[in-house]
C-alpha cells in the first residue's frame, strides 16, 4: 500500500487539504471587515449564518453548530446584539429559554456575507476547470462522513 506522502519534504494528503481550506478561510475573511464596517470575525460571521438559517434558534443550536460551549455561543451572540445584528426574544415554547434571531440589519450583513463568500470561492476554485472542480466535490462528498451534512454519512469506498 502506498503512503500519503511520497518523500519527507512532500506535504501528505490532510496537510494539502487543511492548506487549501484556510487560503479559501482567509480569502473570505479577508472581506468581513468591509461590511457595514461591522468588522465581523469568521466565528460571528458563521454565528450570524447559522442563527440566519435556522430562523429564530435557542443558543444550544448555534453553540451545537459552531462546535463550541454554550457560554462561548453566549458571548458571540452578545456580541452580534450589540451591534444591532441579533435579538433575544422568550422562546414560546419554554417560557424559561430564550431564541435568537436575526434584525433586519442582521439579515442585510447575512445576505452580504453569503455572497463575499460565494465570490471567494468562485474565484478560488476558478483556478481548476469544471471536470476537475466536478471531481473534487465527489471526492470530498465522499469523504464527508458528518451526517446529516448531504444525506446519508459517507465512509470508505
Known amino acids: ?11 501528505g494528503l490532510d496537510e494539502l487539504l487543511m ?5 479559501l478561510r482567509r480569502r473570505w475573511s479577508a472581506g468581513l471587515s468591509d461590511i457595514a464596517g461591522l468588522e465581523l470575525s469568521p466565528h460571528e460571521a458563521r454565528a450570524l449564518r447559522t442563527i440566519g438559517h435556522h430562523g429564530p434558534t435557542r443558543l444550544g443550536v448555534v ?6 460551549a454554550p457560554r462561548s455561543a453566549t458571548d458571540v451572540v452578545d456580541r452580534l446584539e450589540s451591534r ?5 426574544a422568550p422562546d414560546p415554547s419554554d417560557r424559561r429559554a430564550m431564541t435568537v ?21 468562485a474565484d478560488f ?6 471536470a476537475q472542480r466536478h471531481t ?4 470530498l462528498l465522499k469523504l464527508d462522513t458528518e ?7 459517507r465512509m470508505g469506498p
Request: hydrophobic share 35%.
Open 19 to 23: 492548506g487549501a481550506a484556510r487560503a
Open 1 to 11: 500500500m502506498r503512503s500519503q506522502r511520497g518523500g519527507d519534504d512532500d506535504p
Open 147 to 153: 451526517p446529516g451534512r448531504h444525506g446519508k454519512p
Open 136 to 139: 473534487l466535490a465527489a471526492l
Open 125 to 130: 476554485f476558478g483556478a481548476l476547470t469544471p
Open 84 to 88: 444591532g445584528l441579533v435579538e433575544r
Open 63 to 68: 453553540a451545537e453548530h459552531l462546535r463550541i
Open 101 to 121: 434571531s436575526l434584525t433586519e440589519l442582521g439579515t442585510d450583513v447575512l445576505a452580504q456575507t453569503d455572497e463575499l463568500r460565494k465570490e471567494g470561492a
